[in-house]
């Protein structure tokens, strides 16, 4: 039964009523791929994103189902040349084709990296967890490694730390340390508590430099294993999680 989006999002634990009605107002919810507007309605069944990000609801009867043995988190090594769908009009290999089936539900992707970029892509079978990844109110730490052409001075520190303003606000990095230089690049890893859509390389080219590579190396409490492979997967349950959780604002509400 479709009902109030407002009133959906709040019992499914995605925020405030109030809260929610704020994002309608702005526009910054889309149903099914439509800018929702305050007022409309919806049903849990269908597709909500916020800021461009998905927003999974839990199954009826089911919020907490996962909360045990059940839930699981698996870490994958996503290569360079995979998408981040389900399902892609290009025919271009998904991250979804590797991964091995969920101990229960279905996996949900937390967060996105774009066809050029690899590193450490987390999914998870509980929604609630999801979203606690990924909104920006919890302002969960993604680190990168970012090489870029030429060799940059402290000019360029000081500019992702200060921030740099994008067409869509201000890009700020709360962590930004140079890794070395080789044969014309240089490399930095940056912090950032935030998920826009490509933010990371958008902001090092309003800086004035092209990324040439890029990869995740964490997301939140979870790093990526040394020794996974590109195109390899690694699955936590319960306990394995547990004291990863710990270290996420308001990780009691997970338990």
């Known amino acids: 039964m479709a009902e109030r989006i407002q009133k959906l999002l709040a019992a499914a634990g995605m925020g405030s009523r109030r809260g929610i009605e704020e994002w309608l107002r702005a526009g910054r ?50 290569p360079t040349g995979e998408v981040t769908t389900r399902h892609d009009p290009e025919n271009r290999p998904t991250v979804f084709e590797r991964l091995p089936p969920a101990p229960a539900g279905r996996w949900v992707v937390v967060g996105r990296l774009d066809v050029n970029t690899s590193g450490l892509l987390l999914f998870t079978n509980d929604g609630a967890l999801a979203h606690r990844l990924m909104h920006p109110s919890y302002e969960v730490e993604r ?37 070395g230089r080789s044969e014309g690049h240089s490399w930095y890893e940056v912090g950032l508590r935030e998920g826009r859509n490509r933010e990371v390389r958008r902001a090092f080219e309003a800086a004035g430099y092209e990324v040439s590579r890029l990869k995740r190396l964490a997301y939140g409490p979870f790093d990526l294993p040394e020794d996974l492979p590109a195109g390899k997967s690694l699955m936590l349950s319960s306990p394995d999680l547990d004291p990863l959780l710990n270290h996420l604002p308001q990780a009691q509400n997970l338990r």
Request: avoid cysteine.
């Open 29 to 78: 919810l889309t149903v099914n791929g439509a800018v929702a507007r305050l007022g409309d309605r919806a049903e849990p069944g269908d597709s909500f994103t916020l800021d461009g990000q998905p927003l999974t609801l839990p199954e009826a009867g089911n919020e907490r189902d996962t909360a045990g043995a059940a839930r699981a988190v698996l870490l994958y090594h996503k």
């Open 143 to 179: 680190r990168y490694l970012v090489r870029v052409r030429g060799a940059p001075g402290e000019e360029l520190i000081r500019q992702l730390r200060e921030g740099v303003m994008l067409e869509d606000g201000l890009a700020r990095f709360g962590q930004v340390q140079e890794r």
